[in-house]
């Protein structure tokens, strides 16, 4: 009986003594983690400058901001800005790897106002607004990019404001459905925790 209750003494004290060690190793770990995130990060920034500059020329006013869209910890590159050839906005998505800028996205999109984000799920939801209707535009990233799934929209009914009409239904390529192929389609966007993104405030260039 006392042999049982040493073995089992020490059983506990192995147990303690490990779970102490790991307390004791993850503050090193965690910081190197952090370290090597935050070292990408500035190498991120200084290629997204540059990928901004060659922005700058073609463009009247810009909106940007970093954003982690991927849930790596390394910010993609988000801008949306105005043609000078004239047209919708351009809002664009690029991420920094293996030490390049890569476009993840790029469209002309009129009247956006919001992106609603999920890193969870690597997708996100474009908000846009204007001529008396409004859209929620779902992507998600498939491969190296982010792809349309589809989009729900609503116009205002005469004599009524903005937000009165019934809701209409889109598949990826433009074609209309029903509410429920739609869910089907746009599933598992939003999983996890969900981060607004506002345009207005953005970082803005004029």
């Not at 503050?27 to 990408?40: D, E, F, M, N």
């Not at 009129?110 to 609603?116: D, E, H, V």
Request: net charge positive; aromatic share 14%; glycine share 10%.
């Amino acid at each position: 009986m006392k042999e049982k209750l040493v073995s089992k003494q020490r059983k506990w004290f192995l147990m303690i003594l490990a779970a102490a060690l790991l307390t004791l190793m993850a503050p090193g770990l965690s910081s190197r983690v952090y370290a090597g995130t935050a070292s990408k990060n500035k190498k991120a920034a200084a290629a997204y400058e540059r990928k901004m500059a060659s922005i700058r020329k073609k463009s009247s006013f810009r909106s940007s901001k970093y954003a982690d869209l991927t849930g790596d910890g390394v910010y993609e590159f988000l801008v949306a800005y105005a043609p000078k050839s004239g047209g919708p906005e351009v809002f664009s998505i690029f991420t920094y790897k293996s030490g390049k800028v890569k476009c993840m996205f790029s469209d002309r999109i009129y009247g956006l106002s919001k992106l609603i984000t999920y890193k969870k799920s690597k997708a996100f939801i474009a908000y846009t607004a204007g001529h008396g209707g409004e859209n929620y535009i779902y992507y998600k990233k498939s491969g190296s990019n982010f792809k349309q799934l589809g989009k729900r929209s609503r116009i205002a009914i005469a004599g009524g404001g903005m937000k009165n009409g019934p809701w209409y239904y889109y598949d990826k390529k433009g074609q209309s459905i029903s509410k429920t192929a739609f869910n089907a389609a746009v599933k598992g966007v939003k999983k996890g925790s969900r981060k607004t993104l506002k345009l207005n405030k953005w970082k803005t260039e004029y």
